[in-house]
């Protein structure tokens, strides 16, 4: 029980952070943060170190403004504005022709909407942008930590389900996908890092959810 | 009665826009590449003489159509209106349709699975022997949008949204539509009658040359 | 429940308060109660359909869309609105591919580092607003309003911007049509007051029937349609041309004849293809109208080609008539013969002069006829205005004017829009300024750049390719108040536009844009990039501004109809990303410039006025339709003749008005955004002909056209009863206050005034007709020629589905293999994941090409899909694929606009063909400047071709 509540709680902690990090560009402090926090960070699998330790590595070089603002165009090169070689839309990858609000988006936004949540500008932010997907990863954390608290398993159960499907449905089938085009066009050790991180840690959170599921089925 | 679909392209009033085949794409979210609707320019002769000519093409529903036998599961038949459809939840992407259409109207849909078992068929169908439904894709190919159909809209959207105003769709069981009293009184001719195959789509084409010009298949 | 120690995930505390689950400003979740969750649920996967317009051309077409959740599913054409009669082009199918593109602009961004380095980071729209601002009052107050430029691009949506910027104090706006074809149009705006002389072909035309009913009326009238370098086939914007060509064709048994170079879509259509060499319309046109003033014989029915009746409606043309034979005297330098005789047309033209002949005798002699001309050519050509004159004059003597299947004048009918809300009033504002020590007062208006400038004092639309110019030397004002003032260029403002790459040659953009001062910093201070796409001339931005895109914005359409139309534009969806309708951003920047203290701009004028932007809308409807009650058979037989007519077709119709005697105004309920919601999205007026004269009578009504005298003008600058008439007499005005100071383009051809009627002047760069070209005919063999590629233009270039079109030589499938950001649909299910990236295989997806004949090609060893480079005399060139077919004629090679050599990085598949597709405007000559108007000389080039 607690190995679960302490491992869900970190989880929706890395959430929020990704989600943090791919909603846009970072402030000073959050870098400094940042970078405390990933070189604290400690796993057993070698991606996730490597991709945190290079995370560090790049927040503990943004001195200044000038520093930030690298990161600020690195930021719109990949992912916002003109050649954008990792547009971070699940449609652009799962949709047809590759164009935004496909059908991924309306799809993740029944998934929302199960929950009551509906993104704050809706049919103008396309529903499946990663840091909103993030979010939703979070929430469902987050609402399986409550149930966890009030000992309702049966509710817990059915959230790290929902979480599991969630993952199998959407971000697995794309995440990966999207950090290999970050890494194949950044040369910084920032977004680089962030992507080998996120890469690793969806792959390995997608095969703890099916595992998790498994298991309770096979209690079951 | 029932309705006798048939689509009627009158060359005379085509202007070479494309519009059929761009709008069947938005409509029926065809992919890149492939085409269920599809328009054949051609460019011949020697200056100061020469010709262009533009030959828009779908599948011609053809009243014999050779594609239906070769079939194994059944997916593929005529109904009673005309329009040969394809069941997408009994395909199993074989292909065998798709060579025996001398038009070339069929094409296996990059992105749509298969979902029926091929491996109930795998010891008559090679072709898909060892293969699992979600390895194999469906077959696509134009059905005179029998979704719109299906709403009363007897109207294809390449018929919809054509720039000259050339092609004409209707009921040739009624003397009424417009189809009907084109072909009682202008001259038609048929792409290919020599295959033998009964085509229901047919042209107004007063220069039989584009027969010959822009000859080319719609897919492949 | 039981979990394995994976221990994959331990977590230092830190970690935990790094990201705080705050909203500021993200993209964020937020809650909905259970009712608004159901209602949702509910209303998800049901479809609404909503009238609006396409904006991807300017033939803005009536368009029908389904939105289901929130998004475009369905694109298909109104039926209501005649302009297309419900069908949509395959541009304007494709409308998802743009509005849902990955590369939109999606938020306000800022420059970091070297303008064109490409670099730029997010910034909120506070910041944005704040930092053009700031820079704008700055501006103001050093060097004046009169130094920015706002360039509203794009056709559609412009008033905000202007409205803005005449308030701010510069007169200094300019929209798309200023490098469009304005020497196209200058024989209707001079002569009638218009602007675009199109066939009668728009169908349904709303009638007034004789038992006074109003009927939609199908039936084709034309005999005859002449199109002059005009393709609307494939340049498609009058776009009733396509379907209204061929229609006329199969049903009235309507001839076409097509004079182009090239064998485009159009001459598919023709009973006649002429392909005589680039830039010489004016010289047919002009043995065109010798040939029939010459033959011409009343009494004999194979020969009666003049309607002398024009003679009623206008004035002048004993003048022009003596002034165009005036030249028959003369010999031409080049070849020795009487100008505009069969000879001298066939020897520069290159037809025979049995074509000629024929075409002379043709057009005369059938009717209804129409002759109508194009952007391309004469529009793009150095003497475009001759041949546009001429043009006006054809139809004319012949009788063809708006007569049922004849020529139209479209600006002349449409519905007026726009009223008070552009501001043009603020253009009167009074100004004071130094000019050698003396304070002088003036209007705002008074600094135009050209209309009061030194170069193209009558130029209606501003001379956009003078920019460059502009950047680095500034303005000189030197007619009008304010002459001797001299101001700099310091603000750019340029709003769906890409003016680096098409406002003439590329690179004298970029070095303007980059130029600097001795300290070292811009020249040009701030330049500003407004749009949905990203173009290269965002590239070299300082602040990118998102605007929504035209299915998320709303106004009005009514471009090019046969009688008064005008349509919603509705807005069908909500702006995407963090994109701001034109009324925001306008309220934006006007309210943050009022906050720094300019007290030219008021709440009142602004934010406070429009609170929506269907309040903006409303007010561009209220002068609806505007046009005055004259022609057969008369539009509203219940009103005066000649009243102006302004209200809803319905309040019209039913009587439901004031008639205002003294003003001569009959008034209706005025047109809303909401009657129009109400009626399919679309009000339609009644159509009507000859509305030059009285319907019940053969005499002039004296309310059309819109000229001086209210006649048909033959003459352009006369005295009579001690008034001045004429379409140049102002500018003529201006010369004489300046001590018969002649403005620069009349310098260079050598005129001392606007002439006062007829009158003839050479192209460049045409070795043909203009002897000063006759020495490099031999190294540069080839006329370049370019045109519309309607699929592939500047701002549409990356829809996908486009790219697997072809068209004529320009646009065809010889791309190298490449692999895009373009990904294709990934299946659904239960699948192992695939790369983004998709493989486009050789010669499958279509890139801008060079069209070349198949004789010339083999001449020069180059055979079709060769790669070779063009060069022109100036020493630039570009590269492309050769296609080569029978189809244009030997010694003309073409190329599509914008369709190649595109160095936006945010254009997907057209980025990546770059280095071997070519720009046709890195060949432009960038100091050829028309000299009445100051357009470029697009289409005046010659060129060597070699094989790379």
Known sequence: MNDLYEITEARMHVYNLLRRIYAAGPTLEFTSNLGNAMLEYLSDVESIREGSRMVSMACREVRNEKDLDDLHVEFARLFLFGKMPAPPYESVYQGEGGCLMGEPAIAVRREYLKEGLQVERLYSEPDDHIAIEFEFMAFLCNKALSALKNQDNNEADKLMKKQKDFMEMHIAKWVPSFCDSVLNATKGRFYGGIALFTKSFVIEDSGFLIELYDMSEVKN | MSKKYALLVDLRKCVGCTSCQVSCKMENAVPIGEFRSKVDIADTGEYPKPKRYFLPKICNQCDEAPCILPCPTGATYKREDGVVMVNRDVCIGCGRCVGACPYGARFIHPHIPVKNDPSKYAKDVPEVKGKKARDLRVVDKCDYCSHRLAEGIEEPACVRNCVGKARFFGDLNDPNSEVSKLKASVKTTDWHPDYGTKPRSTFIAPDKEVFSAADGQINR | ?948
């Not at chain 3, 006025?609 to 409303?618: L, Q, R």
């Not at chain 3, 990904?823 to 299910?829: H, I, K, Q, S, V």
């Not at chain 3, 190329?895 to 432009?924: C, M, Q, W």
Request: net charge positive; glycine share 10%; aromatic share 12%.
């Open chain 3, 1 to 948: 429940m039981q979990v394995s120690r994976r221990v994959f995930l331990r977590y230092a505390a830190a970690l935990g308060g790094v990201a705080a689950l705050n909203k500021s400003g993200l993209m964020t979740l937020k809650n909905l109660s259970p009712s608004e969750a159901e209602a949702m649920q509910t209303s998800m996967g049901k479809y609404e359909v909503k009238y609006t317009a396409d904006a991807m051309c300017p033939a803005e077409c009536g368009m029908e869309m389904w939105i289901k959740d929130g998004k475009i599913a369905k694109i298909y054409g109104n039926k209501a609105v005649p302009m297309n009669d419900g069908i949509a082009c395959a541009k304007g199918a494709s409308g998802q591919q743009l509005v849902y593109s990955p590369y939109r602009l999606k938020y306000p961004m800022i420059r970091v580092g070297e303008r064109g380095s490409g670099k730029f980071k997010r910034v909120t729209w506070d910041e944005a607003i704040d930092h053009i601002g700031k820079k704008l009052a700055d501006i103001k107050k050093k060097y004046g309003a009169e130094s920015a430029i706002m360039d509203c691009g794009d056709v559609t949506d412009r008033d905000h911007y202007y409205r803005l910027f005449f308030a701010y104090g510069t007169p200094n706006c300019t929209e798309h049509g200023s490098i469009c074809d304005t020497p196209r149009r200058h024989g209707p705006k001079l002569m009638v007051g218009g602007k675009r002389w199109e066939p009668d072909i728009m169908r349904p035309q709303l009638v007034r029937q004789p038992d006074g009913s109003l009927k939609k009326d199908y039936t084709y009238k034309s005999k005859l349609i002449v199109y002059n370098g005009w393709n609307p086939f494939v340049a498609t914007r009058i776009f009733y041309e396509s379907r209204g060509t061929v229609g006329a064709k199969v049903e009235n048994g309507c001839k076409v004849v097509v004079i182009d170079p090239s064998y485009s879509n159009t001459a598919t259509a023709a009973d006649m293809w002429l392909a005589p060499r680039a830039g010489t319309d004016g010289d047919l046109f002009g043995a065109m109208l010798r040939y029939i003033l010459e033959n011409d014989n009343q009494n004999d029915p194979n020969k009666k080609y003049i309607n002398w009746s024009f003679k009623k409606y206008s004035t002048g043309w004993e003048d022009f008539d003596a002034a165009f034979k005036s030249w028959w005297g003369k010999k031409d330098p080049i070849n020795g013969l009487s100008y505009f005789s069969l000879d001298w047309a066939a020897d520069r033209t290159g037809l025979s002069k049995k074509q000629i002949e024929d075409l002379a005798h043709l057009f005369g002699i059938t009717k209804p006829a129409a002759l109508v001309w194009g952007m391309q050519s004469p529009g793009h050509h150095y003497n475009g205005y001759c041949a546009s004159i001429i043009g006006v004059a054809l139809n004319v003597i012949t009788g063809n004017f708006d007569i049922p299947g004849g020529v139209i004048d479209t600006e002349l009918v449409k519905s007026d829009k726009g009223g008070s809300a552009t501001g043009k009033q603020f253009k009167s504002k009074k100004v004071k300024r130094m000019i050698d020590g003396k304070e002088v007062e003036g209007e705002v208006e008074h600094f135009h750049m050209d209309l009061f400038g030194s170069k193209y004092p009558a130029a209606w639309d501003d001379a956009v390719a003078d920019y460059p110019n502009a950047f680095m030397e500034g303005v000189d004002v030197r007619y009008g108040p304010f002459r001797g003032y001299h101001y700099p260029i310091k603000a750019y403002i340029l709003r769906t536009g890409n003016s680096i790459l098409t406002g003439s040659a590329p690179y004298k953009w970029k070095d303007a844009i980059l130029a600097k001062d001795a300290s070292g910093n811009y020249k040009l201070e701030l330049y500003v990039f407004i749009d949905s796409l990203n173009l290269e001339s965002a590239l070299y931005a300082d602040v990118i501004l998102p605007e929504a895109s035209y299915a998320e914005r709303q106004s009005l359409s009514d471009i090019y109809p046969s009688h008064q139309v005008i349509y919603n534009r509705d807005a069908v969806i909500k702006p995407l990303h963090e994109s701001k309708k034109p009324t925001e951003i306008m309220n934006m920047l006007a309210r943050k410039l009022h906050e720094l203290g300019d007290s030219d701009i008021k709440g009142s004028d602004f934010w406070e006025k429009y609170k929506t932007e269907e309040d903006f809308v409303n007010e561009m409807l209220a002068p609806a339709p505007g046009r005055v009650n004259v022609g057969t058979p008369l539009p509203y037989p219940q009103y005066p003749e000649g009243y102006k007519l302004i209200g809803t077709p319905e309040s019209l119709e039913k009587g439901e008005v004031t008639v205002d005697d003294r003003n001569k105004v009959v008034k209706g309920k005025p047109v809303t955004v909401e009657w129009l919601r109400n009626n399919h999205g679309v009000a339609i007026w009644p159509m009507s002909w000859y509305r030059y004269k009285k319907h019940n009578a053969d005499e002039p009504n004296k309310a059309f056209p819109n000229t001086s005298t209210k006649l048909i003008e033959f003459k352009f600058d006369w005295a009579d009863g001690g008034k001045r008439y004429g379409g140049y007499k102002s500018y003529n005005e201006k010369i004489e206050k300046a001590g018969g100071e002649v403005p620069l383009g009349l310098r260079e051809i050598g005129f001392s005034k606007f002439p006062s009627t007829f009158f003839w002047f050479e192209t460049k760069w045409n070795p043909y007709t203009n002897p000063e070209y006759k020495k490099y005919a031999k190294d540069y063999p080839f006329q370049l020629i370019c045109g519309r590629v309607h699929h592939a233009m500047s701002g549409t270039q990356m829809i996908p589905w486009l790219g697997e079109i072809k068209t004529e030589g320009t646009w065809q499938p010889m791309n190298n293999e490449f692999e895009a950001e373009v990904p294709e649909a990934m299946p659904m299910g239960d699948e192992p994941m695939k790369a983004m990236k998709m493989k486009f295989k050789a010669n499958t997806y279509a890139v801008g090409t060079i069209w070349m004949n198949t004789d010339d090609a083999k001449k020069a060893g180059i055979k079709n899909g060769d790669l070779v480079v063009v060069e022109n005399p100036l020493g630039k060139s570009t590269k492309g694929k050769v296609f080569a077919s029978g189809g244009i004629r030997p010694g003309i090679i073409k190329i599509g606009f914008a369709t190649g050599g595109r160095f936006s990085e945010g254009l997907g598949p057209a980025y990546k063909t770059k280095d071997y597709t070519p720009s046709h405007n890195d060949l432009v000559d960038p100091d050829v400047l028309s000299p009445i108007m100051g357009f470029p000389g697009y289409a005046d080039m010659i060129v060597k071709v070699k094989k790379v």
